[in-house]
């Protein structure tokens, strides 16, 4: 599961995504000392147009048909999303599904926004997912309304799951600034709305930046796990009373275990249908040890460390995917930059078993049968997402390589696993980034895998930043279609007087 200080969004340039409206709702607020307030309203200039209305109160003939290229559905396209999905698309679409339309939605974390003069106060600009994927005329910004702080960095990590149990996704921040906080704002029909509620502290007494989320003990509600002030991760299992704030924590990395946490993730490693937890911290000096472990998930919910393991020596992205479609979740881990005597600049992947991850395997840029790209970066492995990519029920690894200008390899799963053959290498110009500022970019900053269209199909995210010659930095998140079925699509384009990122949910 990656930032800004005030700023406008110049432009999104809908190729092949319906332009209707957005909204400017403001849901009702109640300020109060103990939850922050949320807003709803329209994405900054340059975004989704003023003074207009949710998409789906927007009767179709009020959305000119130049306003949807041909080439926007495909011949045969279904106006639904696809029926027969695999498994584990459909649980993301679920997993992701504020508004229960039954397409995924797209949360973007911009978490040094200025927000009513509070610099880094933070907000989230959320695109709801339709047949012809993520529309301007669909979107919409959350913050914390009258609860937003200077420096409070609302958006630095994102995780979304139906915490609450009522069928709609709900969409949880953390961060670990001034003392951390874990907000949760819950959907509905309409999608995210209401007052965002403030979770409990855990008996740590504070948050740190990292969260994710998935369904340790099977009840169907998606469940937390948090890390916690002195290197410590805990879990609260999702329940209607978390809607009030209510958490009863459970310690899962306990005090003195660690120095520094680097990464959470979540997926079913052992392949008995409950998710499990991927931890991956530092043992000792943050700048020297690393390990990563597996905690099994069951009926009671997380219940200890499988027996397998995988790397953690400076590891800092994680994601879990079936790759080889066996049953059990793989794990990746990026390990961009070389470390005294490890090399960096590649990822390990370790196909998961009923005993955890089994020993890895590391691909890089230099692996027999990678693609040449298209010039010397660095970074490889610094972001990367899992998911089926092809709609072949195999889970497939997107692998940003961020060090200028910037490149994202996709890299598809098989019954053998993971594999180089037929590996594909997206730089700067194939998501439309201008040639002449494509030397300036970090592209592949952070990635994400969803299916915003619902045809099964994943699309791949990509946030790219630069500082061009004029010192105005950029910031891009651009969806792009690795089967070449349609054009990028540039989802955000923002300018600001410094460099920034932004989080991917």
Known sequence: MIPTVSGRFASFLLVGFTAAACSTATAPVTPSEARPSTTRTPLPAGGCPPGSVPSSAVPSSAVPSSAVPSSAVPSGAAASPAASLPVSTRRFR????????????????????????????????????????????????????????????????LASGDFDGDGHADLASATGTRGGDLTIVFGSDDGLSGEPVAVARPPAGSFGGHLTTGDFNRDGRQD?????????VWAAYGHRGIRTGEAGWKPVLSKGEAVSVRALATGDVTGDGFADLAVTYSEDDPADEGRSVVYRGSPTG??????????????????????????????????????????????????????????????????????????GNGGFGASVAVGDVDADGYA????????????????YGGPGGLSVDGARVLDPGAAGIPSDSASDQRFGTDVALTDLDGDGALELVV???????????????????????????????????????????
């Open 94 to 157: 679920e997993q992701h599904d504020y508004n229960g339309d039954g397409y995924a939605d797209l949360a973007i974390g911009v978490s040094r926004a200025t927000v009513d003069g509070k610099a880094e106060a933070g907000r989230v600009d959320v695109l709801y997912g339709s047949s012809t994927g993520a529309t301007s005329g669909n979107c919409q910004v959350v913050t914390k309304g009258t609860g937003a702080a200077r420096g409070g960095r609302f958006g630095q990590d």
């Open 224 to 232: 937390l796990a948090v890390e916690g002030a002195d290197a410590t």
């Open 302 to 375: 997380l219940a200890g460390r499988v027996r397998g393991t995988f790397p953690g020596w400076d590891v800092g992205a994680v994601a879990i995917g079936d790759l080889d479609g066996d049953g059990h979740g793989d794990v990746v881990a990026g390990m961009a930059w070389d470390h005294g005597e490890d090399p960096g600049g590649q990822i390990y992947v370790s196909r998961g078993s009923a005993d955890g991850p089994a020993a890895p395997r590391a691909v890089g840029p230099a692996s027999p049968g990678m693609p040449q790209e298209p010039r």
């Open 396 to 411: 497939d690894v997107a692998v940003g390589e961020s060090e200028r200008p910037g490149v994202v390899y996709v890299l």
């Open 463 to 505: 946030t790219s930043v630069s500082v061009p010659a004029d010192g105005v930095a950029e910031t891009r998140v651009t969806a792009l279609f690795p089967d070449g079925r349609r054009a990028p699509v540039q989802l955000a384009h923002q300018r600001l007087d410094h460099a920034f990122d932004h989080t991917l949910e």
